[in-house]
């Protein structure tokens, strides 16, 4: 169900039977949209969304800011086989291993690792600087050894790539 609501436009209502809490999401082009978990009622989750309007409207102005890219250019083949060719130089270079690769077009994540340590990349990558593309794919080699992002996690990624939390943030300039 979409809403127009005061001070923030057009809102994307939609039942989840996965959400435990109201979670609202600003997307770029500052699409809303609001996951209703089932046993919400449509109108207590419209008065959470209005009393988050500022916290909304600080979202979509940072998203304003992001650069964007239009994924329906990549060539998919070619994207893959950079993207695969990149891990393995990185993984070889660094002595970090991966069970498998899976490429796909993601929409909220950059890249992945399983607790199996199977790394997923998004295609989206290949639109980025190499040296962003080469920290998300380190990023992701070293949840092969650290799951998650603790103080070892950055300590150890820090080692192979000394300027990470500077690629982190100019990552951050990107939106998916």
Known sequence: MEISLDNIGVVHFYSSNKAKRVIIYVRKNNKIKVAVPLGVSFNKAKEFVLSKSI??????????????????????????????ERLNKISLDTGLSYNKVSIRNQKTRWGSCSSD????LNINLINLPLKLIDYVILHELVHTVEKNHSTNFWNLLNTYLPNAKNLNRELNKYAL
């Open 117 to 120: 340590n199977n790394i997923n």
């Open 55 to 84: 916290w909304i409207k600080r979202s979509q102005n940072k998203i304003s800011k992001k650069i964007v890219f239009n994924s329906s250019n990549i060539d998919k083949k070619l994207a893959k086989i950079i993207l695969t």
